[in-house]
């Protein structure tokens, strides 16, 4: 004999409240909110998948994989944010409204925040395989005046789809930051990005699979601006014609964020070199949003 619906739908019921009364007493009404409803979307999700013990079982083993493979080089943590689309929902949620700024995207796991400096028209590349590529363009404002100093943080992957802290030998490579001239200019050297699978060795790679998704990402470069009085500006750039735009892993794709690579062959570079396998560039301004500017 089954027991009463009504009676097991209210026990299941009794423990949600009785979860939430016991953060009523939180200090700050934030982080109150926060658990409030964490914990009824949370449980209202068991109930609706019906989630059995060993589906439960299974998550905390997934997690407690995601916990023993993130080291200081590697967040499994960000790359299941990335795959479930929270760190772009986030972005969005997140975004300035101002007009005419350079829309953001995902953060990635892979930044270093003891980057090399170099200076205008250097090169970020140091080693890092992959044709020559010069990426230029200016950071300005909404309403088109310069930003001058703003500090520009750029890192990739190279041709072989592996960011420099993806090696064990300490390499850096591919990564850089500089700061934007007298007229907001900036300039630098590097290679074409290439398109590459995220990590999909651990339990994110193991998601994946079970659920016929792909690893890859689109070409792309990232870049963290950060200016006073001005928004930080987290972005990429996409290269144009890459098969992986439409499928990226992360949805990290956005219309105005994809550009063109222009191959040159014969012509000198803008330093006056001449790469033996020719060379290519990529124009690209970064708009930022002032701090009021949501």
Not at 11 to 18: D, I, P, S, Y
Not at 62 to 77: M, N, W
Not at 137 to 162: H, K, L, M, N, Y
Request: glycine share 8%; aromatic share 8%.
């Amino acid at each position: 004999m089954t027991g009463d619906p009504a009676t097991a739908v209210n026990k299941e019921q009794a423990v949600t409240e009785e979860v939430l009364a016991s953060f009523d007493a939180t200090p700050d009404p934030r982080l109150r909110e926060v658990m409030h409803s964490l914990v009824r979307h949370l449980h209202a999700f068991a109930r609706d998948v019906r989630l059995t013990e060993h589906e439960w079982e299974s998550a905390i083993e997934f997690l407690t994989r995601a916990g023993h493979i993130t080291d200081s080089r590697r967040q499994e943590f960000i790359l299941l944010s990335d795959v479930l689309g929270l760190s772009m929902l986030t972005v969005a949620i997140n975004e300035p409204a101002e007009p005419g700024a350079t829309e953001s995207t995902v953060f990635g796991p892979f930044f270093v925040d003891s980057a090399p400096e170099i200076p205008l028209g250097g090169d970020i590349a140091r080693g890092a395989k992959g044709l020559p590529c010069y990426v230029s363009g200016q950071v300005r404002t909404t309403g088109g005046e310069p930003i001058e100093g703003a500090r520009i943080e750029v890192w990739e992957a190279d041709s072989d789809g592996f960011y420099d802290v993806q090696y064990t030998d300490d390499r850096s490579a591919g990564r850089g930051w500089l700061r934007s001239g007298a007229n907001g200019e900036y300039r630098f050297w590097s290679v074409l990005p290439a398109p590459y699978p995220i990590p999909h060795d651990g339990p994110v790679g193991d998601l994946l699979t079970a659920t016929a998704r792909g690893p890859m990402r689109p070409a792309h470069l990232h870049y963290m601006v950060t200016a006073p009085d001005f928004r930080p500006l987290i972005t990429h750039i996409f290269v144009a014609g890459d098969p992986y735009l439409d499928c990226d892993a992360v949805f990290g794709v956005k219309e105005n964020l994809v550009v063109e690579a222009v191959h040159h062959a014969d012509t000198p570079a803008p330093d006056g070199t001449h790469p033996q396998d020719g060379w290519t560039s990529i124009t690209f301004d970064l708009v930022l949003a002032t701090h009021d500017g949501r």
